[in-house]
């Protein structure tokens, strides 16, 4: 998968705000309302190969920059990442 297209489908996915986080204003895109379970897995693994990792409270994340924003995952195992954080980069 290229970086052209995990962004293309990073585009097209639903976003919702984390409402319970307003002091930590993100958005969230699950996993289960990609229309392939693939397509999930490629962007997150992508996304972890191309990232960058940095710290947020003491804490490491891999983060992958694109169009403005910073995508990350929780850093779990695929089995059970469920969720993509956005936020204005």
């Known amino acids: 998968m290229t970086r ?3 962004i293309e489908l990073l585009d097209k996915q639903k976003f919702t705000f984390a ?8 958005s969230w895109s699950a996993r ?9 897995v490629d962007v997150v693994l992508f996304m972890r190969e191309h990232g960058v990792t940095e710290y947020f409270y003491k804490k490491p994340f891999v983060y992958f920059y694109a169009n403005g924003y910073k995508y990350w995952t929780m850093g779990n195992d695929m089995t059970i990442t469920r969720i993509i954080n956005r936020a204005k980069a």
């Open 4 to 6: 052209e297209q995990v």
């Open 19 to 26: 409402k319970t986080m307003s002091n930590i204003p993100h």
């Open 32 to 40: 289960k309302e990609w229309a392939n379970d693939k397509d999930f």
